[in-house]
């Protein structure tokens, strides 16, 4: 089937920088949608952004000119640039992605989840 893989997060300050990266691998034959989604302590998992196969992107509100999502097609990778980090940002970010396997199937798989921390 179909792996995920996220990588990237960590502790930072407020104001500061991370890049999330999430690579897929497996019985890939296309991989349609990627998204990142975040959840935290005592919350719902929250959408924060999609990228679809044609590079088109949509993001949460509370994210938008701050984080930008993109995909490299050739690796089965999505990234997910996170500038001006704020406290509220704080979660366990999660990897999703709808593929079409080369058995034709069509899945929906998550990643295990990478820890975000933003505090001063």
């Known amino acids: 089937q179909v792996q995920l893989v996220e990588s990237g997060g960590g502790s930072v300050q407020p104001g500061g920088s991370l890049r999330l990266s999430c690579a897929a691998s497996g019985s890939i034959f296309r991989i349609n949608t990627m998204a990142w989604y975040r959840q935290a302590p005592g919350k719902q998992r929250e959408l924060v952004a999609t990228i679809i196969s044609g590079s088109s992107t949509n993001y949460a509100d509370s994210v938008k000119g701050r984080f930008t999502i993109s995909r490299d097609n050739a690796k089965n990778t999505v990234y997910l640039q996170m500038n001006s980090l704020k406290p509220e940002d704080t979660a366990v970010y999660y990897c999703?992605?709808?593929?079409?396997?080369?058995?034709?199937?069509?899945?929906?798989?998550w990643g295990r989840g990478t820890q975000v921390t933003v505090s001063s």
């Open positions: 999703n992605a709808e593929s079409i396997t080369t058995d034709w199937d069509r899945v929906v798989n």
